[in-house]
């Protein structure tokens, strides 16, 4: 089992970057593929990004490529998202979630943490 606890999200301007962490506890961390979501008011959950369990392979949702990078320090138990140019379209609280496998759906995960909110103004 993988707890998971988000943090970095806070208000920032438009153009502006953020650095989510999410940081795992147990031993079995790194044997998880991880995956970013994120969830505005009044809309669905939605992929952003996923790593593999090695973090040789990526994944982006089309609306973020370029800006945004998922890495992950397994020394550390901890997944990032480096989020730049970011856009008030960005503004939602994000959530990382854990999977035996890397896929992008979120029903599919079996592991949430609580969420950080992001807010970008413009």
């Known amino acids: 089992q993988v707890q998971l606890v988000e943090s970095g999200g806070r208000l920032v301007q438009a153009g502006g970057s953020l650095r989510l962490s999410c940081a795992g506890s147990g031993r079995t961390f790194s044997s998880y593929a991880m995956g970013w979501f994120r969830q505005a008011p009044g809309k669905e959950r939605e992929f952003v990004a996923a790593i593999s369990w090695s973090g040789g392979n990526t994944y982006y949702t089309d609306s973020v490529k370029g800006r945004f990078t998922i890495s992950r320090d397994n020394a550390k138990n901890t997944v990032y998202l480096q989020m730049n140019s970011l856009k008030p379209e960005d503004t939602a609280v994000y959530y990382c979630?854990?999977?035996?496998?890397?896929?992008?759906?979120?029903?599919?995960?079996?592991?949430w943490g609580q969420g950080t909110q992001v807010t970008v103004s413009s």
């Open positions: 979630a854990a999977h035996t496998s890397l896929v992008t759906t979120p029903g599919a995960y079996n592991y």
